[in-house]
């Protein structure tokens, strides 16, 4: 805002008139403000939608370019240290999770939207300490909040196990070995494979993942859809 102070002489008078003459500059107009920048991979800042707790959660953590490729040994003991640390939680549970060159996906049970954040907030902080001390490191980690995206049918909660467990084929990580299953995730920890002649690494330490407990992980699923192939190649996204 700008202000013209203009003086007035009164006829007749020896007194002087003030008379403020306003200005307006900027101000709400269309188009104003700095410009938002953002990038494709980076989630929507919006208000999360209410979280029933008999709704499992497929979340997704990016990494920083400066981290590196997280399909390390170091990493992983590192990743394995932080849900250890999140595992004595009664209402936040990490059912899934695997480790993927660039990104973390986990599939999470959580009694309440609020729970979801409190368990998800110190994972994350529990990893990027892990994960630093690994690497000899320090600073931020993860590139932005976690991404999160409720799972609410039996069809869905297939896609996402098959996308999660499976999801090293989609990336192509499983070129040049003869495993059938991700060592970089919790995949040798489920029992629901439609064969169980498959091929684990013999030095595994598996992820501590804690068993699910929402009907949809634990039985409702496979009501309705057939077990997991442990070469099912995920498409781009689940439905």
């Known amino acids: 805002m700008y202000a013209q102070i203009k003086m007035k002489r009164k006829g007749g008078g020896g007194g002087a008139q003030t008379e403020i003459d306003f200005r ?19 989630p929507s800042h919006r208000t999360r939608d209410a979280h029933p ?22 990493i992983y003991k590192a990743i394995r240290k932080a849900i250890a640390k999140t595992w ?8 899934h999770i695997s480790i993927q060159h660039n990104h973390l996906h986990l599939l999470v049970e959580a009694s ?25 490191c320090a600073g931020k980690v ?17 896609n996402a196990l098959a996308y999660i467990l499976c999801n090293w084929r989609h990336h192509n990580e ?22 169980g002649g498959y091929l684990v690494p013999h030095d595994h330490d598996p992820l501590p993942v804690r068993p699910a407990e929402t ?3 634990r039985i409702g699923w496979s009501l309705h859809h057939p077990p997991l192939n442990p070469f099912e190649v995920p498409g781009p996204e689940h439905e």
């Open 215 to 217: 009907w949809l992980l």
């Open 88 to 95: 004595g939680r009664v209402e936040y549970r990490i059912v």
């Open 53 to 74: 707790g008999w709704h499992p959660v497929h979340v997704v953590l990016r990494t920083l370019p400066s981290v590196g490729r997280l399909r390390r040994r170091a």
């Open 112 to 136: 309440s939207k609020e729970t979801l954040a409190l368990g998800m907030q110190s994972f994350a902080t529990c990893a990027a300490k892990a994960i630093n001390a690994a690497l000899g």
């Open 24 to 42: 307006m500059w900027g101000g709400l107009r269309a188009g104003a403000g700095r410009k938002r920048v953002r990038r494709k991979s980076d």
């Open 174 to 195: 499983d070129r040049g070995t003869r495993v059938h299953l991700d060592k970089f995730s919790s995949a040798v920890s489920f029992d629901r494979w439609s064969t």
């Open 142 to 158: 993860f590139a932005h909040r976690y991404h999160a995206t409720p799972v609410r049918s039996p069809r869905q909660t297939r």
